[in-house]
């Protein structure tokens, strides 16, 4: 069916502005609300595009800048509406942002708040310690991860990790205001990571070891969250939690002492305790699920990256000698598992890797964002600009620019394309090169309609956004439509869940390997950390332009 792929939230008034065809179109024309056309142009480059299986052509209209309602049109064909102004992703940020409301565990959200999203207070027992009898530890509060109501360590720090150092990077969040219960000591952002920061604090353990999850021992029905009452279990210990955690509590010092001192200095002593435990266990401790548990696993297959964050962060934090030589002591590991075997299939630079997995990139943004010059310092932004490069290449080889390999199209896709324009920005910051800000604009193109699926990956954003993620409250709770600004996980090969694996034929083109289903947990699900990567994109294209 020929279509006309737009972004469906909108463009940048005086930015550069792209629609995509799956035809040659030899006139294309942009349509204003009353119908008429205000600009006439040609689409006649098609790339056959090995992402999407399609031939894709490029209609560019930037040079309309006037503020309004428009819709693509060619060959009898139209896209669907969308603005032009100078504010356009003003909503898109606020709702990203506010997501981690809703998903607020351990608390009432109220009408106020949540509109009709309410919910009662869930997840409030006492959790049992793993292989032990009695229920004792208070381990309240946090979000949950996702469509499960799991909370994770390691899942939690990374998406805190997204927004704190988006804070650091952008002064556009220290005054976005978002509608939720407010605390006249922060900005709005940091009222909301402050709830998962206390959460992961309560995962220490008294040695300083941080419990690596706590969930029920199996994902819960479907069922709203206060429903969900089963006993609560902590599973053990990891170094990659204890690490991750360590490490995002001295980046939450960094932030927090402008506002409150007292609360940075408890961040960093409940850091400092974590990394006396690394450094009291210095093999790995890695994880995985007891076989009775089929909540999230988390598995990595080493800590190198988790513990050169730690001590990149407390470098940071402290400018303590001793953990600047641990971060060289990490690289080094790094830079040898990056050759081995398990590394391997890995398409993408180690040091500017910033997920749930390989976290060296969290490190990597501790030190370029500090002003102390350092040897790590000059290394990390040469990794962090030869991954800019190779994404740059890589958007050459498709017809959408979309710095996404062919093997990016995994579980939570959107989240390896979240990453990339964190790269992206930083590389902009560091260089200022105006093609990798021109490459972020595309990658939100894509993630908002500019997309073989024709769909806006995010709710709320766009008249063909998608509706049906796999959310337990969503799915349950009487209200049609979902609350604005979740990010979908998006296509993904694997097609891992039942429902994906019977509708979706094995070998469809990547960008294809999706379906706007609840049952989708493999590729229409949300998380926490999936919005976090688009905040920090959206809030640096902001403060770019
Ligand atoms: O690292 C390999 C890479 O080497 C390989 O080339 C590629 C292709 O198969 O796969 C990569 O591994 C993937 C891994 O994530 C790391 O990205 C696996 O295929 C993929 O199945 C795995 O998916 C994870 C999924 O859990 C299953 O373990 C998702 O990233 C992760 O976001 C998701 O997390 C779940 C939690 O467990 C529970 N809560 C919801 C959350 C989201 O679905
Ligand atoms: O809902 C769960 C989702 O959050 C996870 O990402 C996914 C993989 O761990 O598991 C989902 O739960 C499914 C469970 O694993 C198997 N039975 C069906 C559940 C979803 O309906
Ligand atoms: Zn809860």
Same mark, same amino acid.
């Given at each position: 069916m020929k279509t006309i792929y737009v972004n469906q939230v909108g463009y940048k008034n005086n930015k550069e502005k792209k629609a995509y065809l799956n035809f040659e179109g030899k006139s294309v024309s942009l349509v204003d609300e009353t119908g008429k056309t205000v600009y006439e142009g040609v689409a006649n480059k098609c790339i056959k595009d090995n992402i999407s299986g399609e031939e894709i052509s490029v209609f560019d209209f930037s040079d309309v800048t006037k503020a309004g309602k428009y819709k693509v049109a060619s060959d009898g064909v139209e896209s669907v509406g969308f603005q032009i102004s100078?504010?356009?992703? #003003?909503?898109?940020?606020?709702?990203?942002?506010? !997501?981690?409301?809703?998903?607020? !565990?351990?608390?009432?959200?109220?009408?106020?708040?949540?509109?009709?999203?309410?919910h009662g207070k869930c997840h409030t027992k006492k959790a049992k310690v793993f292989g032990?009898?009695?229920?004792?530890?208070?381990?309240? *509060?946090?979000?949950?991860?996702?469509?499960? &109501?799991?909370?994770? $360590?390691?899942? *939690?720090?990374?998406?805190?990790?997204?927004?704190?150092?988006?804070?650091?990077?952008?002064?556009?969040?220290?005054?976005l205001s978002f509608d939720i219960p407010k605390d006249n000591k922060y900005p709005d952002l940091l009222t909301e990571v402050k709830v998962e920061l206390d959460f992961l604090m309560k995962l220490q353990r008294e040695d300083g070891g941080v419990y690596h999850k706590v969930t029920t021992m199996r994902h819960a029905d479907f069922i709203m969250? =206060?429903?969900?009452?089963?006993?609560?279990?902590?599973?053990? +210990?990891?170094?990659?939690?204890?690490?991750?955690?360590?490490? +995002?509590?001295? %980046?939450? &010092?960094?932030?927090?002492?402008?506002? #409150?001192?007292?609360?940075?200095?408890k961040l960093l002593n409940a850091s400092l305790k974590s990394y006396e435990w690394l450094t009291k266990n210095k093999e790995a401790v890695l994880?995985?699920?007891?076989?009775? @548990?089929?909540?999230?696993? &988390?598995?990595?297959?080493?800590?190198? @990256?988790?513990?050169?964050?730690?001590?990149?962060?407390?470098?940071? $934090?402290?400018?303590e000698d001793?953990?600047?030589?641990?971060?060289?002591?990490?690289?080094?590991?790094?830079?040898?598992? #990056?050759?081995?075997? @398990?590394?391997?299939?890995?398409?993408?630079?180690?040091?500017?890797?910033?997920?749930?997995? #390989?976290?060296?990139?969290?490190?990597?943004?501790?030190?370029?964002?500090?002003?102390?010059?350092? =040897?790590?310092?000059?290394?990390?932004?040469?990794?962090?600009?030869?991954?800019?490069?190779?994404?740059?290449?890589?958007?050459?080889?498709?017809?959408?620019? %979309? !710095?996404?390999?062919?093997?990016?199209?995994?579980?939570? @896709?959107?989240?390896?394309? *979240?990453? &990339?324009?964190?790269?992206?920005?930083?590389?902009?910051?560091?260089?200022?090169?105006?093609?990798?800000?021109? %490459?972020v604009r595309d990658g939100l193109n894509y993630l908002l309609g500019c997309n073989t699926m024709d769909v806006s990956y995010v709710t709320g954003a *766009? =008249?063909?956004?998608?509706?049906?993620?796999?959310?337990?409250?969503? $799915?349950?709770?009487?209200?049609?439509?979902?609350?604005?600004?979740?990010?979908?996980g998006g296509p993904n090969v694997g097609l891992q869940d039942e429902r994906a694996a019977a509708t979706i034929e094995k070998g469809t083109a990547p960008m294809k390997c999706y379906l706007d289903h609840v049952d989708c947990y493999s590729l229409n699900e949300i998380t926490i950390y999936w919005n976090s990567p688009f905040v920090f994109a959206v809030a640096g294209l902001e403060e770019a332009d």
């Open positions: 100078g504010n356009i992703n #003003d909503k898109l940020l606020k709702d990203l942002c506010k !997501c981690y409301y809703y998903l607020r !565990c351990g608390v009432d959200l109220e009408e106020k708040y949540a509109g009709a999203y309410v032990e009898e009695e229920s004792k530890i208070d381990v309240t *509060g946090g979000w949950h991860d996702a469509g499960d &109501y799991g909370r994770y $360590a390691t899942a *939690g720090a990374v998406a805190v990790a997204h927004l704190l150092y988006a804070f650091k990077m952008y002064p556009i969040l220290k005054i969250p =206060e429903e969900d009452t089963n006993d609560l279990f902590l599973f053990p +210990v990891s170094s990659l939690a204890t690490a991750d955690v360590a490490a +995002v509590l001295a %980046l939450g &010092y960094s932030v927090y002492k402008e506002y #409150d001192k007292e609360y940075a200095l994880f995985k699920n007891p076989e009775e @548990s089929n909540t999230g696993e &988390y598995g990595e297959s080493e800590d190198y @990256s988790n513990r050169f964050w730690a001590a990149c962060s407390l470098f940071e $934090a402290t400018g001793k953990y600047y030589k641990e971060a060289l002591k990490q690289k080094d590991n790094l830079i040898t598992y #990056d050759k081995s075997e @398990s590394y391997k299939n890995y398409i993408g630079n180690i040091f500017s890797c910033f997920g749930w997995m #390989d976290v060296a990139g969290l490190g990597a943004l501790s030190i370029i964002l500090s002003d102390k010059e350092n =040897e790590l310092k000059t290394f990390l932004k040469e990794e962090m600009l030869k991954e800019a490069k190779r994404l740059e290449a890589v958007s050459l080889e498709n017809g959408f620019s %979309l !710095c996404m390999d062919k093997k990016d199209f995994i579980w939570g @896709s959107n989240m390896e394309l *979240g990453k &990339y324009l964190m790269v992206l920005l930083v590389s902009y910051r560091i260089t200022k090169n105006e093609k990798f800000l021109s %490459l *766009g =008249e063909k956004a998608f509706i049906n993620p796999h959310l337990r409250p969503t $799915a349950v709770d009487n209200v049609d439509a979902p609350w604005d600004g979740l990010v979908s």
